[in-house]
C-alpha cells in the first residue's frame, strides 16, 4: 500500500435534490425509505439479502444465507440455481416473452432485436452446441469477441449449462490473450473472424491463432462470421459457428447449478505483472447484479436500457447483460466507436431507440465535451429519464455538463462507484431518495458497509482523508483469485485488519457522502480502465533497448490519467522520437492499445530510495509538470533530484 497521505482537494459544495416526480414512481422513493433500509440490512444483513433472494427462481433452495470465515464467503449455501435461467426462462410464462431483451446496433448503423424468447432459443441452441464439443460443468471458456450478439448468447450459454466463461476484452493483444487462457486453463475459445472499430476490421481470429501458439488447453475454436474477412480454419481445431448451429436444438434445460459455482472469471490489473483472474459466484453475483440495477437505474418494465461499456469488461457483464436482463428489461447493445462516424453517434443512438436510462463513463463524457455540445443538441433527447457514470470520479465540470446539455436539468445522475472485484455497484445515490453532489458517489447500497479507515482500521473523522474499506461480506463480492488463493489474501484482507481493502482512497464529508480520491497503489485508472504500472512496465522491460522503466499515472484532460512512462535504454542505444514511437508501439503489441504509453521519456537512471525503490512520487511530479528537470527534452538526470529526495523517502 502507498505510504504517502491522502489528502482531499475537492470542495463541491452543490446538492441536487431527486425531483418530486420522479421520486413519487422510483423504487426507493425518500430519503427516510432508504435510511429505513440501509438500517434494516445492517442490522440484520443475512434476513435482507435472504429476503431479496428468494424472487430468484431455485431449482434447490439454500440452507443458510452465509458462511463467513474471513476472506471466504459461501453465499446461499446448499441451493442451487441458473444464471440463464433466472435472465431469461422465468420471463417466458409472462408478457415478457415477446418484448425486446436485446436490441444491438452496429456500427453501421443496422439493427438486430432479440426478444426474450429468441434470446432464449439461440442460448439453448448455443448451449448444445457447447454440450456438444465436449464442454461440461467447471469448464472455462475463453470469449475473445467484438460486441455483437453472440457474445451475450455466449455467456448465457455458458451459464446455462454450468461452464465458466472468461471474457477477454477484444482490445486485448495476442500475449494478454494467452496468457489469460493458460491461467484459466480454458479448453474452448469463442471468437470471431473479425470485429469492426471505427469502420476499419479488428483482426480477431488472426490474434487466437498466434496465441494459441503457446496455449495448449484451447482445443477448440469457434469462430463467429462478421467481417467476412478471409481467415485461416485450423482443420480439427477451428470450427464455424454457422455451421455448428445448423439444425441444433431450441431446446436445452438450464442445468441446476451451485450457488457458489464460479459463473465467470474476469481478468484485471493488481500491483503485480500478472493480471489476476477475479472469480464470481453464481447466486450472490446475480443476486447483486439484479437488486442494484433495478434500485441505482430504477428500472421499469418499459425502460430501454443503455449502458456504453463494452461487454469485455465488469460493466457489460454486470449492467449490460446479467443485471438487466435479470430484470426483464430491453438492454441495447452496441457495436462500435462512440464518436463513429460522426460526434453524435451516442445521441442518435439515444433517439433512435428512445433509451430512457443512460449509463456511460466520465472520460466518454469529457471526450463528448470536447466535441461540442452541438452534436447533443441536434437530437431529441427527451425520451432520458436517467443518465449514469462509472468508472472513475468524475470532475464536477463534466458532471454539470452531463446535467444540463444531456439531461436537461431533468434527469438524476447516478455516480455508481464500484469495482470488478464488487460484482456490483457498493456506493451510490438511489435516485429518487439520496440527493447528489457532483464528484461524490454519495452514500453506500443498503447491505454494503463501507467506511474510509485508517492503517489500523479504525474509521477517519468527517473530510479526512483514508482507505476505501467493506466492512461486511456481500453477495455479489468476488470469491477469490483464480489458482492463487495467496494473493487474493494479501491483496484485498492484509493491509487493513478485519476488512476489504479497495486500493481506492477516500473521505466522508460531513453528511457522510463518499468522495472518493482515486488509487493508492500501482494501480492507474486510465479512460476508466484499470492498468498496473508493473504491466505496462513489464512490456516495456521486454523489449531488447529497454534496461529499465517506471510507469506512473498523469492528469490527462480526457482519460481524466494518462501514461507516462521513464525509460534507460541499454548501452549503444539512440534516444530519439523514433525509438520512443517504437516503445509506444511494443506496449500496445504486448498489452494491446489501451495500455500505449501516452509520453515516455528518456532517463540516463531512474530515482531510487536507498533500498532501491523506484521514487514514484517524484517521477509522479515530474509527468505532471509540478517539477521540472532542466531543459532537457531527451535525457533527464533523474539523480540529482532523487538525491535531493532520498532522505524524506527512504
Ligand atoms: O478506483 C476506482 C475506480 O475504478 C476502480 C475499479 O476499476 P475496475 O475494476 O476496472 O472497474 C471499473 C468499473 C466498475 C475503483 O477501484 N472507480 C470506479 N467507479 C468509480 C471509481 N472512482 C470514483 N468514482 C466512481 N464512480
Redesign the pocket.
Known amino acids: 500500500m502507498a505510504s504517502e497521505s491522502i489528502t482531499s482537494v475537492l470542495k463541491e459544495k452543490r446538492q441536487f435534490k431527486p425531483k418530486k416526480e420522479f421520486a413519487a414512481s422510483a423504487h426507493i422513493k425518500s430519503m427516510a425509505e432508504y435510511q429505513r433500509l440501509y438500517k434494516k440490512a445492517e442490522k440484520d444483513p443475512e434476513k435482507f439479502w435472504g429476503d431479496l433472494s428468494k424472487e430468484l427462481h431455485w431449482f434447490k433452495p439454500w440452507k443458510k444465507v452465509l458462511q463467513w470465515k474471513l476472506p471466504y464467503a459461501k453465499w446461499f449455501v446448499g441451493g442451487k440455481t441458473n444464471v440463464s435461467y433466472n435472465c431469461l426462462d422465468r420471463h417466458l410464462d409472462t408478457p415478457r416473452k415477446n418484448k425486446a431483451a436485446i436490441i444491438w446496433e452496429s456500427e453501421s448503423g443496422e439493427t438486430r432485436t432479440y426478444t426474450y424468447q429468441q434470446l432464449h432459443r439461440e442460448v439453448c441452441r448455443f448451449a448444445n452446441v457447447l454440450k456438444g464439443l465436449g464442454i461440461v460443468q467447471g469448464d472455462r471458456v475463453t470469449v475473445y469477441l467484438p460486441m455483437i450478439p453472440e457474445l451475450a448468447i455466449t455467456l448465457l450459454a455458458c451459464a446455462r449449462i454450468g461452464a465458466t466463461h472468461s471474457v477477454v476484452f477484444a482490445g486485448f493483444s495476442a500475449s494478454a490473450l494467452r496468457d489469460r487462457i493458460n491461467d484459466a486453463g480454458a479448453k474452448l475459445v469463442v471468437t470471431a473472424d473479425g470485429g469492426y472499430r471505427k469502420g476499419e476490421v479488428v483482426l480477431l481470429k488472426e490474434k487466437v491463432d498466434e496465441a494459441l501458439k503457446e496455449a495448449p488447453s484451447a482445443q477448440k475454436v469457434v469462430v463467429v462470421q462478421r467481417a467476412s474477412t478471409p481467415v485461416s480454419m485450423q482443420m480439427e481445431r477451428d470450427v464455424w459457428w454457422h455451421d455448428l448451429m445448423k439444425g441444433v436444438s431450441g431446446q436445452c434445460p438450464a442445468a441446476p447449478i451451485d450457488s457458489e459455482h464460479p459463473l465467470f472469471t474476469l481478468y484485471?490489473s493488481g500491483t503485480t505483472g500478472k493480471p489476476k483472474g477475479i472469480v464470481h459466484s453464481t447466486a450472490g453475483y446475480l443476486l447483486g447484479a439484479m437488486i442494484t440495477a433495478r434500485w441505482i437505474f430504477d428500472l421499469k418494465e418499459t425502460d430501454t436500457y443503455w449502458c456504453t461499456a463494452d461487454i469485455g469488461?465488469?460493466?457489460g457483464h454486470s449492467y449490460i447483460l446479467y443485471g438487466i436482463l435479470a430484470n426483464g428489461v430491453t438492454t441495447v447493445m452496441y457495436e462500435g466507436a462512440p464518436t463513429y462516424p460522426q460526434p453524435d453517434r451516442l445521441w442518435e443512438i439515444v433517439a433512435k431507440h428512445k433509451v430512457n436510462v443512460f449509463y456511460t463513463a466520465p472520460t466518454a463524457i469529457r471526450a463528448l465535451i470536447k466535441l461540442g455540445k452541438e452534436w447533443p443538441e441536434k437530437h431529441d433527447l427527451s425520451s432520458l429519464r436517467l443518465l449514469g457514470?462509472?468508472?472513475?470520479?468524475?470532475n464536477p465540470e463534466a458532471w454539470i455538463w452531463y446535467h444540463e446539455v444531456i439531461g436537461k436539468k431533468q434527469c438524476p445522475i447516478v455516480?455508481?462507484?464500484?469495482?470488478?472485484?464488487t460484482g456490483a455497484i457498493m456506493i451510490t445515490p438511489l435516485p429518487g431518495a439520496i440527493p447528489s453532489k457532483p464528484g461524490s458517489?454519495t452514500l453506500p447500497f443498503p447491505g454494503i458497509s463501507a467506511d474510509v479507515v485508517d492503517r489500523s482500521g479504525k474509521s477517519v473523522p468527517a473530510n479526512v482523508g483514508g482507505y476505501l474499506v467493506i466492512k461486511k461480506p456481500w453477495p455479489s463480492m468476488l470469491r477469490g483469485i483464480w489458482g492463487d488463493p495467496e494473493r487474493y489474501e494479501k491483496q484485498y484482507w492484509l493491509d487493513i485488519p478485519g476488512a476489504y481493502f479497495?486500493?481506492?482512497g477516500a473521505r466522508r464529508d460531513r453528511d457522510g457522502y463518499f468522495w472518493?480520491m482515486?488509487?493508492v497503489d500501482d494501480v492507474i485508472?486510465v479512460a476508466?480502465?484499470?492498468l498496473g504500472t508493473m504491466e505496462i512496465e513489464s512490456a516495456l522491460v521486454s523489449h531488447p533497448v529497454v534496461a529499465e522503466a517506471a510507469v506512473v499515472g498523469r492528469p490527462d484532460d480526457i482519460k481524466g490519467t494518462g501514461i507516462a512512462a521513464f525509460v534507460t535504454l541499454k548501452m549503444g542505444n539512440t534516444p530519439d522520437d523514433g525509438l520512443k514511437e517504437t516503445l509506444k508501439k511494443h506496449v500496445g503489441t504486448v498489452i494491446g492499445a489501451i495500455a500505449r504509453p501516452d509520453e515516455i521519456r528518456f532517463a540516463e537512471a531512474l530515482p531510487k530510495t536507498r533500498s532501491g525503490k523506484i521514487m514514484r512520487r517524484l517521477l509522479r511530479d515530474i509527468a505532471a509538470g509540478v517539477e521540472t528537470v532542466g531543459d532537457t527534452t531527451t535525457l533527464e538526470d533523474l539523480s540529482v533530484l532523487a538525491r535531493l529526495r532520498q532522505d524524506d523517502e527512504s
Do not use: F, K, L, Y
Open positions: 484485471t469488461w465488469v460493466t457514470t462509472v468508472g472513475e470520479p468524475i455516480d455508481t462507484w464500484w469495482q470488478t472485484e458517489a479497495t486500493g481506492d472518493v482515486g488509487r485508472n476508466g480502465h484499470r
